[in-house]
């Protein structure tokens, strides 16, 4: 007997997508897996190369146009002929269709047709995005709200990275998301946790994004004494982001800060080199909704990586923190207010906090939430056929 079949697609690069890495490793054992997107996710899962148009400026216009006017079902129908699908791709039999992101789903649904369930996985909350840009509220914010309305109610399952995200979704379009699965990192069952040393050495990675503020982090060193130094390893994915990283260095040397710039490393060797580290910090001001309900991959980085953890008070981070016992939470959104957080600790407080990371590892990691992703698709496939008779 052949195995079940899942389709998963995602407008991405899938071979360096995280999420769609860790739902590929859950579900591959037991099914038969194919992608759509636009890389492979490795050599040995078929995946249908997806062109996906690009955001360049005739489209934003046509987009706007067609949001304006009331026809975006036409523009969907637009972007669609741009995708180069093969047509096999819809007579193919499919037992359940994953979807990563609101994007994709209207794919999902046509190929399924009604005929196998399926699960839309929306990780962020997509109509709020990048709302502190007015560019993107202007080309983007309305087509996101309009494909959460048309699409959303005929999905079979939603998905979800935080209970405030799904909160916002069943609130404003009245569907309801029925699990959270986490950003987690995958467990480390090697690492164990380090006690401080002389200088405590605290760090940050990530994208560079100047969204993100991470000159917060370097104005919190001047509340900071000597013995503290911060380590910021950051990504830059284009000229924007480098030219970002070049001020931020600009600001450490102005500001005569124990500042340090590291290079990226791959993202599955990131826990391990971060160990070597005190604590974990993240200092997000709430610009826009999304970075309020922040939960990021680096968030369970730092504590896989068995950090303690120091936070702005942004809810989801802070409940975690607050119940696991791995770390702090600042009164506000200052430099100073997590500075002075941190100031407070001592280097037995900083130990106990990493090792309660290293007792919630498992708790709070991908390989957990692996059999939540095993269970949905087992339980989806099962199901289905009882539902639509």
């Known amino acids: ?31 038969d897996l194919y992608t759509i997107g636009i890389t492979p996710i490795n050599n040995t899962i078929p995946n249908l190369l997806l062109k996906y148009q690009r955001n360049n400026i005739f489209w934003k216009l046509i987009r706007l146009l067609c949001s304006i006017s009331g026809r975006l079902d036409s523009y969907l129908r637009i972007v669609s002929k741009q995708y180069i699908l093969k047509q096999e791709i819809f007579a193919t039999k499919f037992d359940l269709i994953l979807c990563n992101d609101i994007d994709s789903l209207p ?36 087509y996101k709200e309009w494909l959460c309305k048309k699409f959303l109610v005929s999905a079979n399952y939603i998905t979800v990275v935080c209970k405030g995200i799904a909160n916002e979704y069943e609130n404003k379009f009245h569907v309801k998301t029925q699990e959270v699965i986490t950003n987690a990192s995958f467990y480390e069952e090697k690492l164990k946790p380090q006690f401080p040393r002389d200088t405590i050495k605290l760090i940050h990675h990530g994208s560079a994004m100047p969204n993100r503020k991470i000159e917060g982090m370097i104005d919190m060193m001047t509340f900071l004494k000597k013995d503290y130094a911060l380590y910021l390893m950051l990504v830059a994915n284009g000229q924007p982001q480098i030219d970002y990283i070049n001020c931020l260095k600009k600001k450490a040397i102005q500001l005569r800060v124990n500042v340090y710039f590291l290079d990226p490393v791959p993202t599955m060797e990131i826990a391990s080199i971060i160990n070597r580290y005190d604590i974990g910090v ?16 680096k968030f369970f980085e730092f504590l896989q990586a068995r950090l303690c953890l120091a936070t702005s008070p942004n809810p989801e ?72 008779q």
Request: contains cysteine.
């Open 282 to 297: 993240y200092l997000l001001e709430p610009v826009g909704f999304n970075e309020l309900y922040a939960l990021p991959n």
């Open 1 to 31: 007997m052949h195995k079940k079949r899942i389709l998963v697609i995602a407008f991405s690069n899938l071979h360096k997508d995280p999420r769609v890495i860790r739902q590929v490793k859950a579900l591959e054992n037991q099914y």
């Open 317 to 388: 981070m802070a409940a975690i923190i607050k119940e696991a016992s791995i770390g702090i939470v600042s009164d506000d959104y200052s430099p100073k207010s997590i500075a002075e957080s941190i100031a407070k600790l001592s280097k037995d407080k900083i130990y106990e906090y990493k090792c309660n990371a290293s007792r919630e590892a498992w708790n709070y990691s991908a390989d957990n939430n692996m059999i939540v992703i095993q269970h949905i698709a087992n339980k989806l496939i099962e199901e289905f056929p009882k539902i639509i």
């Open 107 to 142: 794919l999902g649904i046509k190929i399924a047709n009604a005929k196998v369930p399926v699960w839309a996985d929306l990780h962020e909350y997509s109509p709020r995005e990048f709302e502190n840009s007015f560019l993107w509220k202007l080309f983007y914010q309305p």
